[in-house]
């Protein structure tokens, strides 16, 4: 049965890039209904100057994709199929092994052919369904696992591969709620409740973030996709010591994992731990050479260490391999002016704020440049944005101060208080949808009727907001 696979890789390396190779195989598998000796290294039919039956073929296509020998699997089907295009394995065996090829357009023709020959099994929904994840076409995708979930409302593993493409999709609460009724059939499945507690850490509810993820951890001390989301998440509160000592364990199960170790290099460079961060981001480019990011962040640690030739080069790399990538140009510039190379930092610090006009590191370096060029029209008029910057900053500090402050009186159950700290926050910030709903949630608990609750409904940035709900799942939410 489908909803007894759960062999997803882990949450926070699964891309739309990556082929759900567990769902596929397991889709197939679970279609075939026999075993067959080790038949994948014979040569295929042409070759061999005797008849071979269609079933023969397809059974040595089934022990191929048994082996994970895609090319051969290939070759077995479609010679399969030229005997008997009705076989339905055959079909979908060709579809998988094209779709491990990479060849995902392919393979969603092949399964297409299948469905449309009669057979939309659970089974071929789930492979169709995990090709369009990988050609990330979401939207269609989870219009097939819904397709799927309607013949099995209780597959574990449909539940999580339509969750995953309303995740892909952004589309949070929803994706949410599919993990949730996933782990009723399944509560003891650590990839499901990480799941659960990444959406938690995305939607900004840190704290069952960071408790979720402790208790996996604390139930499955080797498993590494927790470690690295607990990690994240205890730096995103700022704790940094905690979370460096967390993503090492991560490293230390997993060496190979780029993304932990680059994410390790992160947090130090956050505690401006310069000589500890250099040797995870000079790993860090070994194995991923052309990475802008890695290059990037490699640079700011030469800079930290003031090493302005290598950070420089370093920086230039990751402009030439992505020039949309945020900061670059900023810290470019950035590094010029420290090597007294005004004219040249110039277009650069220039390029860094027509992309973000509210950059203060950018203005301020561009302020020293106009000062060390004696420009001073053009000095005062630097000075007067960064002093308006400044003051912005201040004020979304002082903002974060007081957000933190009404988390912490609505943990007390202290709700006069919590209205209280929400209306000084309003005064800084009346459009902020974090305020706005607190705000909401504390006048209504206390039996009040809040205007703010009313301005919530269109706020797009809100965790909770309806409109991360798509339609098909909003009516389902309300039958439950």
């Avoid at 699964?14 to 026999?34: E, K």
């Avoid at 071979?52 to 399969?80: F, H, K, M, P, T």
């Avoid at 949309?324 to 220039?350: F, H, I, K, Q």
């Amino acid at each position: 049965m489908a909803g007894t696979m759960t062999c997803r890789p882990s949450h926070h390396k699964t891309g739309p890039d990556a082929l759900r190779t567990c769902t596929l195989a397991g889709a197939l598998l679970s279609i075939l209904s026999f075993q067959v000796p080790n038949a994948c290294a014979f040569a295929p039919q042409q070759s061999l100057g005797v008849d071979i039956s269609a079933e023969a073929l397809q059974r040595r296509g089934d022990q191929c994709v048994r082996d994970s020998q895609w090319v051969n699997a290939e070759i077995a089907y479609r010679d399969a199929l030229k005997i008997d295009s009705k076989l339905l394995r055959s079909r979908t065996g060709l579809g998988l092994a094209l779709a491990h090829q990479n060849d995902f357009t392919a393979a969603e023709e092949q399964l297409r052919i299948a469905i449309t020959e009669g057979n939309s099994s659970v089974e071929l929904l789930i492979a169709l369904g995990s090709v369009q994840q990988s050609r990330k076409e979401f939207s269609r995708a989870e219009e097939t696992f819904r397709r799927a979930l309607s013949q099995d409302h209780t597959s574990v593993l449909i539940l999580d591969e339509l969750a995953h493409s309303l995740h892909d999709q952004k589309k949070y609460t929803a994706a949410f709620h599919y993990w949730k009724a996933a782990l009723v059939l399944t509560p003891r499945n650590p990839a499901l409740q990480l799941s659960i507690a990444t959406t938690h850490s995305e939607l900004g509810a840190l704290d069952e973030a960071l408790a979720e993820s402790r208790s996996i951890v604390e139930q499955n001390p080797s498993y590494e996709p927790a470690l690295f989301v607990l990690a994240s998440v205890l730096c995103r509160k700022g704790d940094y010591p905690t979370g460096i000592e967390v993503y090492r364990r991560a490293l230390q199960l997993v060496p190979s994992d780029s993304l932990a170790r680059r994410s390790l290099g992160k947090a130090l460079l956050s505690l401006q731990r310069f000589g500890e961060a250099l040797p995870e981001f000079e790993k860090d480019i070994q194995d991923n050479p052309e990475s802008a990011e890695a290059h990037f962040l490699l640079g700011k640690t030469y800079r930290g260490l003031r090493k302005f030739d290598a950070a420089e080069e370093e920086f230039h790399r990751a402009y030439q391999l992505d020039r949309e990538m945020p900061s670059v140009e900023g810290n470019l510039g950035a590094t010029l002016v420290a090597e007294g190379r005004m004219t040249d930092a110039l277009p650069y610090l220039d390029q860094a704020i027509a992309h973000n006009s509210k950059d203060s590191e950018s203005h301020f370096q561009r302020l020293k440049v106009y000062e060390a060029l004696g420009n001073k029209d053009s000095a005062i008029k630097e000075g007067k944005t960064v002093a308006k910057l400044n003051r912005a900053t201040v004020e979304h500090d002082r903002l974060a101060m007081m957000l933190e402050e009404a988390k912490k009186f609505e943990r007390g159950n202290d709700l006069l208080a919590v209205v209280s700290v929400y209306r000084g926050a309003l005064e800084i910030d009346s459009q902020n949808t974090d305020v706005l709903y607190g705000l909401a949630l504390a006048e209504d608990s206390l039996g009040r009727i809040a205007e703010e609750k009313r301005e919530l409904i269109s706020a797009e940035r809100i965790h909770c907001a309806p409109m991360f709900y798509d339609s098909a799942t909003a009516k389902e939410v309300a039958h439950q």
